[in-house]
C-alpha cells in the first residue's frame, strides 16, 4: 500500500548461522582473504618467507632450550621435526587467533557503513593463514626425508585434522572477536590466553609424559589431537584415534558453535559499539 513504511530494526535473541546468506556473500569472503593477506605481507622485504620462517626461528629455540638442555623427551623422533610438526599447526591456530579476534575492531568503518555478514571478518582473518600453513607443511614436508621419514597412506587423513584445527580456530576467533568488540580488556588478555594454550598444548613436549588417567582431560583441548594426528601421520607416532579423539571433536564443534551463536547473538550491537 501506498505511504507505507518499513522499519528495519536489528535482530533480538539467539540467532541462526544463516548458512545461505554467507554463502550469497563468497565473494566478499574471498576478498577478504585475499585483502588479509595483501596487507600482511605489503612492503616486507621476505614477503611470504615469514610463513616459515616464524615456526621453524621458534622451533629452533625450542629445539636448543627442550631438546638438548632440558632433553625433553620426542617420543623416539628427531627433537627438530618433532617440535616442527607441532609448530605448523600451533602458528596456524595462535596467528589466526590474534589476528581474528581484533577483526572486527579493525573493520569497525566498514561495519558502521555497510550491511554484509559481519562473520566475513573472523572467518577472512583466519582462512588467510591456510596460505602460510601450506608453505610450512611444505617446509615440513622437504625437511622429513632428511630425517629419514616420509609420508606414507596415512597422510590421506590429513584433511580430517585440518577440519578440526579449523572448527576448533573458528570458534575460538567468533568468541573473542565478538567479546572484543564489546569489551577491550579481551585484546589485552588474548596473548595471556595464549601463552597459556601453548603449554597446555604438546608442542614442546610429548603427550605420553601426561599421565594416563589425564589424557582424557587434555584431550578436551582439540590441537592436542591435532598435533597428535600430524605427529602419527609424519612421524609415525602414537595413534590418535580413540577416545581422545572423540572428546576433541565433540569439545571443537561445541566451541565452534557455542562461538558462533554468541557472536550472532551480539551482532546487532557492533555498530555502536565499535
Not at 67 to 94: I, Q
Not at 171 to 197: E, H
Not at 246 to 259: I, K, M, Q, R
Amino acid at each position: 500500500m501506498a505511504g507505507d513504511v518499513v522499519v528495519i530494526a536489528p535482530s533480538r535473541g539467539w540467532q541462526p548461522l544463516r548458512l545461505r546468506l554467507l554463502w550469497g556473500f563468497r565473494e566478499l569472503g574471498y576478498f577478504f582473504v585475499w585483502r588479509e593477506i595483501k596487507l600482511r605481507y605489503k612492503q616486507t622485504l621476505l614477503g611470504t618467507s615469514w610463513a616459515v620462517l616464524q615456526p621453524l626461528l621458534m622451533t629452533l629455540v625450542f629445539t636448543v632450550i627442550f631438546g638438548h638442555w632440558l632433553n625433553v623427551g620426542s617420543g623416539g623422533s628427531p627433537y627438530l621435526v618433532f617440535s616442527f610438526a607441532a609448530m605448523v599447526p600451533w602458528a596456524f591456530f595462535s596467528q589466526g587467533l590474534s589476528q581474528g579476534s581484533k577483526s572486527l575492531t579493525s573493520g569497525a568503518t566498514l561495519i558502521s557503513r555497510v550491511y554484509f555478514p559481519r562473520l566475513l571478518l573472523p572467518l577472512g582473518s583466519v582462512l588467510s593463514f591456510l596460505l602460510d600453513l601450506a608453505i610450512a607443511t611444505g617446509l615440513l614436508l622437504v625437511l622429513m626425508p632428511f630425517y629419514g621419514y616420509t609420508p606414507g597412506v596415512k597422510a590421506l587423513a590429513f584433511p580430517l585434522f585440518l577440519l578440526l584445527l579449523l572448527v576448533a580456530t573458528l570458534g575460538t576467533v567468533f568468541l573473542l572477536a565478538a567479546a572484543n568488540a564489546q569489551y577491550r580488556d579481551v585484546q589485552y588478555i588474548t596473548p595471556f590466553l595464549l601463552q597459556l594454550w601453548f603449554f597446555a598444548t604438546p608442542v614442546v613436549y610429548s603427550p605420553t609424559i601426561v599421565p594416563h588417567g589425564l589424557r582424557s582431560v587434555i584431550a578436551v583441548n582439540p590441537l592436542v589431537s591435532v598435533i597428535d594426528g600430524v605427529r602419527w601421520m609424519l612421524l609415525d607416532g602414537p595413534s590418535p584415534f580413540g577416545p581422545g579423539l572423540a572428546v576433541s571433536a565433540v569439545a571443537a564443534v561445541a566451541l565452534f558453535l557455542g562461538g558462533a551463536f554468541y557472536f550472532r547473538r551480539t551482532e546487532r550491537g557492533f555498530a555502536d559499539v565499535l
